[in-house]
T-cell receptor
Framework: GDSVTQMEGPVTLSEEAFLTINCTYTATGYPSLFWYVQYPGEGLQLLLKATKADDKGSNKGFEATYRKETTSFHLEKGSVQVSDSAVYFCALNSGFQKLVFGTGTRLLVSP | EAGVVQSPRYKIIEKKQPVAFWCNPI?????LYWYRQNLGQGPELLIRYENEEAVDDSQLPKDRFSAERLKGVDSTLKIQPAELGDSAVYLC??????????????FGPGTRLTVT
């Protein structure tokens, strides 16, 4: 079945450092890919998405590129802020209208 | 525009007691989802509604869980009786499914259930 694998956290960075959170997937067909963010005490918010190979999703300085050849959708940001501290979930939808999530990666950014 | 609304935000009950969660989706969204998120894990789908119809309930433990979506708007998820392993965050989400793929699901804040 479909699955998503994320790097384990926590990822601990200093403010203004470069961020990469790895995400790889297994799916039938050509899924849409998503990154969701969950701030403490809040629900999940869509951060960015990509619907086909080589698409780049971007939002709030975060980017991720849909790589079909490596089945990956790594999340990157050039300069993180303390306010980016949250849990980040990679997810896919392979056309059955069901999101399949990874286990989440906690990001901790210190001043 | 108001987001997905859920209540209550927190619930503590003793095992074997019943519990219910309520969700009001974003206005106009035809598809509604209930997810369960265990501690340290990603959400897992329990049930999906298209309008009033439950079109995917394969992951719903039907011996103790039930759900309904009357009039294709609000939804209620019930557990009876609750077990210790049901402690989790229950998330509701909604989307406007236009059949074109790449749709976005919008999540509510969740209900954190603790069963003692």
């Amino acid at each position: 079945g479909d699955s998503v694998t994320q790097m384990e956290g926590p990822v601990t960075l200093s403010e203004e450092a470069f961020l990469t959170i790895n995400c790889t997937y297994t799916a039938t067909g050509y899924p849409s890919l998503f990154w969701y963010v969950q701030y403490p005490g809040e629900g999940l918010q869509l951060l960015l998405k990509a619907t086909k190979a080589d698409d780049k999703g971007s939002n709030k300085g975060f980017e991720a590129t849909y790589r079909k050849e490596t089945t990956s959708f790594h999340l990157e940001k050039g300069s993180v802020q303390v306010s980016d501290s949250a849990v980040y979930f990679c997810a896919l939808n392979s056309g059955f209208q069901k999101l399949v999530f990874g286990t989440g990666t906690r990001l901790l950014v210190s001043p | 525009e108001a987001g997905v609304v859920q209540s209550p935000r927190y619930k503590i009950i003793e095992k074997k007691q019943p519990v219910a969660f309520w969700c009001n989706p974003i206005s106009g969204h035809n598809t509604l989802y209930w997810y369960r998120q265990n501690l340290g894990q990603g959400p897992e789908l329990l049930i999906r509604y298209e309008n009033e119809e439950a079109v995917d309930d394969s992951q719903l433990p039907k011996d103790r869980f039930s759900a309904e979506r009357l009039k294709g708007v609000d939804s209620t998820l019930k557990i009876q009786p609750a077990e210790l392993g049901d402690s989790a965050v229950y998330l509701c989400a909604s989307s406007l499914d236009l059949g074109t793929g790449g749709y976005e699901q919008y999540f509510g804040p969740g209900t954190r259930l603790t069963v003692t």
